[in-house]
T-cell receptor, first 111, second 113 residues
Framework: KNEVEQSPQNLTAQEGEFITINCSYS?????LHWLQQHPGGGIVSLFM???GKKKHGRLIATINIQEKHSSLHITASHPRDSAVYIC?????????????FGEGTQLTVNP | DAGVIQSPRHEVTEMGQEVTLRCKPISGHDYLFWYRQTMMRGLELLIYFNNNVPIDDSGMPEDRFSAKMPNASFSTLKIQPSEPRDSAVYFC???????????FGPGTRLTVL
């Protein structure tokens, strides 16, 4: 079993829909990252969070440390949101800066 | 700042050849990471440096892989000899603190024939 699991693996939505991508992990962590990988391959960091909720534009990320679960929400989705969304966790402080990645969720938003 | 710079963007080589990938981190960032991405295994950390010193190289797959950071503005990842299974996209990333957001370069797509 992977330490970081994402669901769904693939997601197709219509423009304007509310989207949720889930990430579950099985280890103690100090932080969780959400990354976006564009169709061209570039990777952008969206959020880094260790508790609660963060919002940036139409994107919202939440984390529940007790349940070892995080969600990434996209409101009013748009075709330009089509990308792979990757969850990554940093384990406890003694593990240094190593990140463990989920397999990613391929999101396609149709006009 | 121009962001993290990687070169080359694409590399096609034949099995057995030496391959050198290059990375220039964002100025002022003291952490540098090398990642490999494949369809089968996704993103994996190969090695990371702090202040030019390798801290964790446990992800380096074999002795054929080596990485150096001779100064704060330059790092190389070398594969010698290269094999077809090394074909992947190699990303370099940097951060200002160990637990801060990491900024990724555009990646080098390596194809070993």
């Amino acid at each position: 079993k992977n330490e970081v699991e994402q669901s769904p693996q693939n997601l197709t939505a219509q423009e304007g829909e509310f989207i949720t991508i889930n990430c579950s992990y099985s280890v103690g962590i100090s932080a969780l990252h959400w990354l976006q990988q564009h169709p061209g391959g570039g990777i952008v960091s969206l959020f880094m969070l260790s508790s609660g909720k963060k919002k940036h534009g139409r994107l919202i990320a939440t984390i529940n440390i007790q349940e070892k679960h995080s969600s990434l929400h996209i409101t009013a989705s748009h075709p330009r949101d089509s990308a792979v969304y990757i969850c990554a966790v940093r384990r406890g402080e003694t593990s240094g800066s190593r990140l463990t990645f989920g397999e990613g969720t391929q999101l396609t938003v149709n006009p | 700042d121009a962001g993290v710079i990687q070169s080359p963007r694409h590399e096609v080589t034949e099995m057995g050849q030496e391959v050198t990938l290059r990375c220039k981190p964002i100025s002022g960032h003291d952490y540098l990471f090398w990642y490999r991405q494949t369809m089968m295994r996704g993103l994996e950390l190969l090695i990371y440096f702090n202040n030019n010193v390798p801290i964790d190289d446990s992800g380096m797959p074999e002795d054929r892989f080596s990485a150096k950071m001779p100064n704060a503005s330059f790092s190389t990842l070398k594969i010698q000899p290269s094999e077809p299974r090394d074909s992947a996209v190699y990303f370099c990333a940097s951060s200002f603190r160990p637990y801060n957001e990491q900024f990724f370069g555009p990646g080098t797509r390596l194809t070993v024939l």
